[in-house]
């Protein structure tokens, strides 16, 4: 199932449109020796060539190290963001990988192993990008994932065609028809998971303290919760190890039948600020693992 807009108003990624094939086909044939010293020649040209991702990256930066980011560790962050676009695509080509629960992750644990329907909200961090895709491939769960289709995303197209049998796109380019793309995909007994650090692309946004300010936050996925009576769960995944990645996931936000709503939203903003507290923790010791590119 699919929403999408035309064609010629889709955003698109930044860098060449032959980009991820060529990365795909470089690593098939290049020595690591030889291509990953071409990965970090190729990041200083995109840290030269992109100069908002660049001032993104140094506000970010500033903000976690609570210092004046060097150009270098500037230069890591876009490496870090080139490293997991690297996974993901030989994931697609078939590099085996798994996704393992962190100790204590007693609900996520209890969801794998029932048949209820669940709403994932996911970050822009490490590896989390992958935990949708091994949910439908390693766990042979049914998830539908929810992402504005851009025109280069060569990466999510290859492990769409991976892990297609049970993973579905709802491709929502119009905050408007978010509703109405979940009211499809997620009137069964599948996960949806939605992205929750990015409120471009969001109907209902909150403000939390996150880095040492309040900012604005996706909401969506709260509202919607009351709305289909499904729990909430948070997670991020991160390396563990070679072929491996630990997926850190909250406790589950659960809809309580005959709570006023106002309540019910006090206890969503709870829920999501103590797992903002969480990745804020989790930055503060691998600060290049946060591969969002917007602004804070």
């Known amino acids: 199932m699919a929403l999408t807009s035309k064609a010629a108003s889709a955003p698109r990624n930044p860098g060449p449109s ?20 071409l ?53 697609a080509n078939g590099r085996p990988h798994r996704c393992v629960l962190e100790t204590g992750a007693d609900d996520f644990s209890r969801w794998l192993a029932s048949e209820r329907p669940v709403l994932l909200g996911t970050f822009h961090i490490a590896n989390s990008d992958l935990t949708g895709f091994m949910l439908a491939g390693q766990e042979q769960r049914n998830v539908h994932i929810v992402r504005l289709r851009v025109a280069n995303a060569h990466d999510t197209d290859a492990l769409g065609s991976r892990f297609g049998e049970r993973l579905r796109f709802v491709w929502v380019n119009d905050p408007a028809e978010l509703l109405f793309a979940l009211k499809e995909a997620g009137g069964g007994r599948d996960a949806v998971a939605l992205q929750c650090d990015r409120p471009d692309h969001s109907a209902r946004t909150e403000t939390f303290d996150f880095l040492g300010a309040r900012r604005v936050f996706p909401f969506t996925i709260y509202h919607l919760a009351l709305i289909f009576g499904r729990p909430v769960l948070l997670s991020f995944g991160a390396p563990s190890g070679p072929g491996q990645s630990v997926v850190y996931a909250s406790p589950a936000f659960e809809p309580m039948e005959g709570e006023p709503r106002d309540g019910a939203l006090e206890r969503a903003r709870a829920h999501f600020q103590a797992f903002l507290l969480r990745v804020e923790a989790h930055l503060h010791k691998h600060p290049f693992q946060w591969l969002n590119f917007s602004p804070l």
Request: some cysteine; proline content about 5%.
């Open 18 to 37: 032959w980009g991820y094939r060529f990365l795909r086909r470089a690593d098939r044939i290049l020595p690591e020796g030889v291509f990953r010293p």
């Open 39 to 91: 990965r970090a020649a190729g990041t200083w040209i995109a840290v030269a060539a992109m100069p908002h991702q660049r001032l993104c990256s140094r506000l970010y930066l500033r903000a976690v190290l609570e210092r004046e980011p060097t150009l270098t560790e500037v230069f890591r962050h876009f490496f870090a963001v080139c490293e997991a676009l690297m996974l993901r695509l030989r994931v």
